[in-house]
């Protein structure tokens, strides 16, 4: 992380509760009676997921898969591999992805294909935020909590450097001029 670079609030801890809210009661009237299996994306979804989860009354699983991309150098390859295997069997498994946001989609587009092959009844994808603006690889977004401009984010699980996961806001940071 940059130094000189401050941090900006974008969405404080309330408008991420009242968007979490509506997203759970989304999500409520889909999969009340699938039994679903939420799929949390170490790391930065972790924080998403437990207040998520916390406001859905009916039966549900939770599991994790961590997954990173190749790197050579400073660039990213946006070839993706699967860097902590998910336990449960995904076989016949309603799952929904729960992710901290969607920059080029190419995390998401491989996690599709993943589950799919597994041959999972039903995968839908659950973001607290999208950046659209980066993207390249198609990702169809189910339940959205945020549309965010090009900036970098930190907090509320989301990470520089894995610092910055324990902010209760969603925050970007600028440069200072
Ligand atoms: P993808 O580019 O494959 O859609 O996103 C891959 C991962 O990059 C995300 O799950 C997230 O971990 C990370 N990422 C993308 N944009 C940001 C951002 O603005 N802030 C942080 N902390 N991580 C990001
Ligand atoms: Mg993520």
């Known amino acids: 992380m940059n130094s000189k670079a401050e941090l900006r609030v974008l969405f404080t801890r309330q408008e991420i509760e009242a968007a979490v809210r509506r997203l759970a009661s989304e999500i409520s009237s889909d999969y009340r009676n699938k039994n679903p299996l939420l799929l949390g994306v170490l790391r930065g979804s972790f924080v998403f997921l437990a207040d998520l989860i916390r406001q859905l009354d009916f039966p549900l699983e939770v599991d994790f898969i961590g997954l990173s991309s190749y790197s050579s150098g400073m660039q990213t390859s ?46 839908k994808l659950c973001t607290l935020t999208d950046k659209p603006s980066r993207r390249e690889a198609p990702v169809q977004i189910d339940y959205l909590g945020f549309t965010v401009p090009n900036k970098f984010l930190v907090g509320y699980g989301l990470d520089a450097d894995q610092k910055f996961r324990n902010l209760p806001d969603i925050c970007y940071l600028e440069d200072k001029a």
């Open 78 to 123: 946006g070839r993706i591999k699967v860097v902590k295997k998910l336990e449960t069997p995904v076989q016949d498994r309603h799952v929904l992805i729960v992710e901290d946001i969607v920059d080029t989609g190419l995390t998401t587009a491989f996690l599709f294909d993943y589950l799919q092959k597994q041959k999972s009844a039903s995968v």
